[in-house]
T-cell receptor, first 116, second 109 residues
C-alpha cells in the first residue's frame, strides 16, 4: 500500500511555456500533499503544502503565481510551472500523507523538468 | 547555520566495512527524526525512524542525542546495494519536515 505516482517522469519544454505535473495517491486518500524541488547535489526543498479542497500554503520565497497548485480531490494534486525558465529546471517530487492518520509522507518517483 | 547539517561525503568504503553518518539539527523543539535513502534520480525512501532509545533494523542502527541535537546512522557489513545518498530528516511536529542535503555513500567490491 501507500503508492504515489507522478506524471510525467521527465519533461523537456521551451522557455516561456507552462508545464503541468500530476501527483496521484493510488491506494489511499491523501488529505495532504506536498511539493518539493531538488537541485543537483542539494537537499529537497519544500515548495508548498496543499490540503484537498483548499488553497496551498507556499513556503517563503516560492512564487504562488508561478507555481500553481491544485488539490481538487483526495487522490490528485497538480503543480503547474507557468512561463518556465531554464532556472526552473529541477527535480520535482511530490509526497502524500493521510494514511491511517499518520504524518508519514509517501513520495512519488519525481519529475525531471528541463527548460531549454 | 542550516537547520539540518550533514557531512556531504562522499564516503568510499569496501564491502563489509562499517560506516557511520552524522547529522546535527538546530531546532531544539524538533520532535521526530528519520533517515531516508535516495538513489540517483529517484525519490527518497524511508529507511528508519530514529528514537531516543536508539533503534536497530538489521545492519542499520540509528541513534539520537537530544542534548547534543545529534543523530547518527551506522551501517554494518556494507553491501554494494547500500550505495546511495542518505538523508537526515527532522520534523518539528505535524508536517513541518526539514531534509538535510544528504551524505553520499559508495560501497566498492
Amino acid at each position: 500500500g501507500a503508492v504515489v505516482s507522478q506524471h510525467p517522469s521527465w519533461v523537456i519544454c521551451k522557455s516561456g511555456t507552462s508545464v503541468k505535473i500530476e501527483c496521484r495517491s493510488l491506494d489511499f486518500q491523501a488529505t495532504t500533499m506536498f511539493w518539493y524541488r531538488q537541485f543537483p547535489k542539494q537537499s529537497l526543498m519544500l515548495m508548498a503544502t496543499s490540503n484537498e479542497g483548499s488553497k496551498a500554503t507556499y513556503e517563503q520565497g516560492v512564487e504562488k503565481d508561478k507555481f500553481l497548485i491544485n488539490h481538487a480531490s483526495l487522490t490528485l494534486s497538480t503543480l503547474t510551472v507557468t512561463s518556465a525558465h531554464p532556472e526552473d529546471s529541477s527535480f520535482y517530487i511530490c509526497s502524500a500523507s493521510g494514511l491511517a492518520g499518520s504524518y508519514e509522507q509517501y513520495f512519488g518517483p519525481g519529475t525531471r523538468l528541463t527548460v531549454t | 547555520r542550516k537547520e539540518v547539517e550533514q557531512d556531504p561525503g562522499p564516503f568510499n568504503v569496501p564491502e563489509g566495512a562499517t560506516v557511520a553518518f552524522n547529522c546535527t539539527y538546530s531546532n531544539s523543539a524538533s520532535q521526530s527524526f528519520f533517515w531516508y535513502r535516495q538513489d540517483c534520480r529517484k525519490e527518497p525512501k524511508l529507511l528508519m525512524s530514529v528514537y531516543s532509545s536508539g533503534n536497530e533494523d538489521g545492519r542499520f542502527t540509528a541513534q539520537l542525542n537530544r542534548a547534543s541535537q545529534y543523530i547518527s546512522l551506522l551501517i554494518r557489513d556494507s553491501k554494494l546495494s547500500d550505495s546511495a545518498t542518505y538523508l537526515c530528516v527532522v520534523s518539528t511536529g505535524g508536517f513541518k519536515t526539514i531534509f538535510g542535503a544528504g551524505t553520499r555513500l559508495f560501497v566498492k567490491a
